[in-house]
C-alpha cells in the first residue's frame, strides 16, 4: 500500500509540474575548466544526461571563462531553470551570492561545502580515500622508488588527493620497510594542458616513473608525457575513469561520484524529493573509488590487487583513518 501511496503522489507530482512549469530545465553552470577537460566538469555533465535520457527533461550547459563569470551565468540559469547545477569549489561564494536570489529555484554545488542555504544541495568528496588507494598502487608498481604529483590550484578537493596519495606511499613503506618518495607541483591552473605536460616531463627526469595529475585540463598533458616517455612510464587519471585517455600508459584513475551525485540531485528534484543539505561520499557511498585498470590489470601482482582490496576494506570497516590535511599525513602511522 505504502508503494502505490507514494507511486499515485509521484503522478500527482509530475502531472502538477508539467502543468505549472512547462518544460524541467537543468542548467550546469561549469567552471573555467569547462566541457572537454574528461574529468571534472564532464563528469558531471554526465550525470545530468543520464537524468535528461531517463526523465525526459532538458538539460543545458552553460561555459565560465573567468571567476567573474560565476554570478552572471548562476543568475541568468536561475531565471529559466528549476535546477542550477554550480560546479567547482571556486564557485562557492558566487553561490551563496545567488541562490538566496531565488528561492523556488533548486541549486546544487558539487565540491562545495555546507551552504546553510534552503534551497541548495551541495557535495563534497572524500577524494583522500581513494588518492590513498592509487598512492598504495603506485608505489607497488614504481621501478625507481620514485612518484609525481601534480595538482592544478591547490584548493582544498586537489589536496585531498595530494594528501591521500602520500598517505598511500606512506602506508606501502611501512609495510615493506621500503623509501618510495613523491614529488610534489602545482600548476597553478586547470587548463592549461601544455604546463601540465612540461611539468610530468620534468618529474620524469628527476626520477619519478609514476606521475599522478590532478588538475583538470592539466592532466591531458601529462596522459601526453606519459605516451611519449613511452615503456615504463605511467600516469595516473583523476575524477572519472581516464583510463581509456592513452591505453596502457595510464595505470589507474582516482574516481569521485560527481556523475552520481548530479545525477540524484536532478533526479530528487524532478521528482519533489529535493531537500537542500550538505553530503559528503567517500568509499562507503561509492563516491570515491578507483577505476577498473582495464587496460593495466594484465601488468600488476594478483597479490597487490588483492592487498588494494583488503586496504579498501579495511578503511570502510573504519580500522584506519586516511589522512585528509598536511598534518594528518605526517602524523599517519607514526
Known amino acids: 500500500k505504502e508503494t502505490m501511496k507514494r507511486l499515485f503522489v509521484l503522478a500527482l507530482v509530475l502531472l502538477v509540474s508539467t502543468m505549472f ?53 548562476l543568475s541568468n540559469a536561475a531565471k529559466e531553470s528549476k535546477v542550477v547545477i554550480a560546479v567547482g569549489f571556486m564557485m562557492e561564494d558566487a553561490l551563496k551570492q545567488v541562490a538566496p536570489q531565488y ?22 568528496f572524500k577524494e583522500h580515500e581513494c588518492a590513498f588507494l592509487a598512492g598504495f598502487l603506485a608505489a607497488a608498481m614504481t621501478e625507481t622508488d620514485v612518484l609525481g604529483f601534480i595538482g592544478g590550484i591547490p584548493i582544498p578537493p586537489v589536496q585531498r588527493f595530494e594528501w591521500g596519495y602520500r598517505a598511500g606511499v606512506i602506508m606501502w ?36 616513473d609514476i606521475v599522478f595529475a590532478a588538475a583538470g585540463l592539466c592532466g591531458l598533458g601529462t596522459f601526453e608525457a606519459a605516451k611519449s616517455a613511452g615503456e615504463g612510464f605511467y600516469a595516473i587519471g583523476v575524477d572519472v575513469d581516464q583510463d581509456h585517455l592513452a591505453p596502457g600508459r595510464i595505470l589507474t584513475s582516482a574516481m569521485k ?43 600488476i601482482p594478483a597479490w597487490v590487487l588483492v592487498m588494494l582490496k583488503g586496504l579498501e576494506t579495511m578503511a570502510i570497516e573504519g580500522e584506519f ?14
Open 21 to 73: 512549469f512547462g518544460n524541467f530545465i537543468v542548467t550546469m553552470v561549469t567552471d573555467t575548466g569547462g566541457l572537454g577537460d574528461q574529468s571534472f566538469n564532464d563528469g558531471t555533465w554526465a550525470g545530468v544526461k543520464t537524468a535528461e535520457e531517463e526523465l525526459g527533461i532538458t538539460a543545458k550547459v552553460v561555459q565560465s571563462y573567468e571567476q567573474a563569470d560565476y554570478v552572471p551565468n
Open 103 to 124: 528561492p523556488n529555484v533548486y541549486f546544487v554545488g558539487i565540491d562545495i561545502s555546507e551552504t546553510g542555504i534552503p534551497n541548495v544541495k551541495t557535495y563534497t
Open 173 to 208: 613503506n611501512d609495510l615493506f620497510n621500503d623509501d618510495v618518495q613523491v614529488l610534489i607541483g602545482y600548476t597553478q591552473s586547470f587548463t592549461d594542458s601544455q604546463k601540465g605536460k612540461t611539468m610530468t616531463e620534468a618529474q620524469y627526469s628527476q626520477g619519478a
Open 257 to 299: 561520484g560527481v556523475n552520481m551525485a548530479s545525477y540524484y540531485a536532478v533526479k530528487d528534484a524532478y521528482e519533489g524529493f529535493f531537500e537542500g543539505g550538505h553530503e559528503n561520499l567517500g568509499l562507503v557511498e561509492g563516491g570515491a573509488t578507483l577505476s577498473e585498470m582495464k587496460y593495466t590489470r594484465d601488468i
Open 321 to 334: 583513518v586516511v589522512p585528509d590535511s598536511e598534518a594528518g599525513v605526517e602524523a599517519f602511522l607514526q
